[in-house]
T-cell receptor, first 111, second 120 residues
Framework: SQQGEEDPQALSIQEGENATMNCSYK?????LQWYRQNSGRGLVHLIL?????REKHSGRLRVTLDTSKKSSSLLITASRAADTASYFC???????????FGTGTRLKVLA | GAVVSQHPSWVICKSGTSVKIECRSL??????MFWYRQFPKQSLMLMAT?????????EQGVEKDKFLINHASLTLSTLTVTSAHPEDSSFYIC????????????????FGPGTRLLVL
């Protein structure tokens, strides 16, 4: 399967703590994006990082990309109960506009 | 930001019937739309890439005769699940690709809210 792997599969933390989730993929990519999905709902785009970028920030989010290891990480700082959701990485394979999603991390932030 | 709608939001049907799901980009034109399927507590699996004015490209293992895709205009793609069976029950999500400003400066996929299909 082309699908990327994410770990951990599930993560439970206290409000105020940081949450880190990792994504590994298999092919050469043009870019990688992170999405959030609240239970049973559509996806919300969080951040895009291009293959020639190593780190990006957006508010409480920090994304890193290591193309030599074919991996990315998403850090959410000072987590809130409202951050409880599933988080997916999606990679765009070079030469196409197709996106392949990772297996997802279910984050639960306890108040 | 850009909005993508799906209709219906959920549908229940009897086994053997066909169900059509619409995906619309409301405030932008999308030459490319994607259809995904998501089973409970699993990730999104890409089913097909839909290009306006041409045949859809299906992923390996997806039956093109069962999941008919039509990209009739730059703002509308439809997915028809033909002769639906209980195993087709799933959450179907579409997305529309916009290249943003200056031909690709801010490429983003915008996702619809999804359609939950239950086949009895």
């Amino acid at each position: 399967s082309q699908q990327g792997e994410e770990d951990p599969q599930a993560l439970s933390i206290q409000e105020g703590e940081n949450a880190t989730m990792n994504c590994s993929y298999k092919t050469s990519i043009n870019n990688l994006q992170w999405y959030r999905q609240n239970s049973g709902r559509g996806l919300v785009h969080l951040i895009l990082i291009r293959s020639n970028e190593r780190e990006k920030h957006s508010g409480r989010l920090r994304v890193t990309l290591d193309t030599s290891k074919k991996s990315s990480s998403l850090l959410i700082t000072a987590s809130r109960a409202a951050d409880t959701a599933s988080y997916f990485c999606a990679t765009r394979t070079s030469g196409t506009y197709k996106y392949i999603f990772g297996t997802g991390t279910r984050l639960k932030v306890l108040a | 930001g850009a909005v993508v709608s799906q209709h219906p939001s959920w549908v229940i049907c009897k086994s053997g019937t066909s169900v059509k799901i619409e995906c619309r980009s409301l405030d932008f034109q999308a030459t490319t739309m994607f259809w995904y399927r998501q089973f409970p507590k699993q990730s999104l699996m890409l089913m097909a890439t839909s290009n306006e004015g041409s045949k859809a490209t299906y992923e390996q293992g997806v039956e093109k005769d069962k999941f008919l895709i039509n990209h009739a205009s730059l703002t509308l793609s439809t997915l028809t699940v033909t002769s639906a069976h209980p195993e087709d029950s799933s959450f179907y999500i579409c997305s529309a690709l916009t290249l943003g400003l200056a031909g690709g400066a801010q490429e983003t996929q915008y996702f619809g809210p999804g359609t939950r299909l239950l086949v009895l």
